[in-house]
């Protein structure tokens, strides 16, 4: 049977594996280099194997570390993952509903969610706060970091930008909306009334990094190419950095249709044709987290997105 003190002594062979050198792994990890010597060295004598050797510079996992290392990793992610699991019961009957949202999703999202009386949700959570302290805390994140935030426990509910699958995962569309182009106002482009996939063609084209969110990305760029349009792609991470830059003159940029809202001289925002190009918005929460309170709050939650009646 593996002694208490294993799941640390993992933590210590991951953290020496990524520094490289026992005197900053022990700064990492509070310790003195010594402690953190014998620990490694009981830990390979247990195992009849050297984990790590000393190379020129810094220390190298053996054949065997690199065969442990893996596994280690994967055992400290679940443990850390269970840790916040735990710690999200108690957030969930007593503190704030955590939400979460991608800047991506449907532009009449955040200010109906900040809307939301929930007073009567709130009123029977239990140890619920006595309206001194805030009911919704909500946060700004990419759709596949709302998913891992969700996943773990540190989000109750979250929107994101479709595709999302993942089986731990119920996932409720609630909405969609178009893109539109950003054009330089010198540009030819910036007299039509809108604007389609295929006017794309050979323009430099702002847009976001695909490992933002590599599903959504590739259906979009796949789309794009269907209709024969090739624009030449170039990586921006925000709505506001794509405006400036096209409104100096550098080529065009993709946006969401609720980017129209940001007014910037020297641009015009144009609306896509396209029926089938579109962005949509997506409610999802953990299945086994799927009970009261948090039940009440999603079918809450969706009534009011039923209400608002957005674009689909």
């Not at 946060?139 to 731990?168: M, N, Y």
């Not at 809108?194 to 702002?206: E, T």
Request: glycine share 6%.
């Amino acid at each position: 049977m593996l002694d208490h003190s294993f799941l640390e002594t993992q933590m210590y062979v991951a953290v020496l594996a990524e520094e490289g050198s026992f005197s900053r792994a022990a700064q990492r990890l509070r310790t003195s280099q010594s402690f953190l010597t014998r620990k490694i060295a009981d830990l390979e004598k247990n195992l009849g194997s050297k984990i790590f050797v000393r190379s020129t510079r810094r220390l190298e996992l053996t054949e065997a570390g690199r065969m442990l290392l893996p596994d280690v990793q994967l055992s400290l992610r679940h443990a850390e993952r269970a840790w916040e699991l735990a710690r999200y019961h108690g957030r969930k009957e007593s503190g704030p509903i955590r939400v979460g949202y991608s800047p991506y999703t449907h532009s009449a999202m955040l200010p109906m969610l900040h809307r939301l009386d929930v007073s009567e949700i709130e009123a029977s959570r239990v140890g619920a706060t006595d309206g001194s302290g805030p009911r919704l805390v909500f946060e700004s994140s990419g759709t596949l970091e709302l998913v891992d935030r969700v996943l773990r426990g540190k989000l109750h509910v979250a929107f994101g930008v479709q595709p999302i699958q993942d089986r731990e995962l119920w996932i409720e569309p609630v909405a969609q909306e178009p893109f539109c182009i950003c054009v330089p106002k010198n540009h030819g482009l910036a007299r039509r009334p809108s604007l389609s996939a295929r006017d794309l063609h050979g323009q430099l084209l702002f847009w976001i990094p695909r490992d933002l969110h590599p599903e959504f990305y590739d259906c979009t760029v796949e789309y794009i190419r269907s209709t024969g349009a090739h624009p030449v792609w170039h990586e921006v991470r925000s709505a506001a950095q794509a405006i400036e830059i096209v409104s100096h003159g550098f080529g065009l940029a993709l946006l969401p249709n609720a980017a129209a809202r940001l007014s910037h001289t020297g641009v015009v925002l144009k609306p896509m044709s396209d029926r089938f190009l579109r962005i949509e918005t997506a409610m999802f929460a953990r299945r086994d987290m799927l009970r009261e309170p948090l039940q009440d709050f999603m079918l809450f939650l969706v009534s009011k997105l039923q209400s608002l009646k957005p674009t689909r």
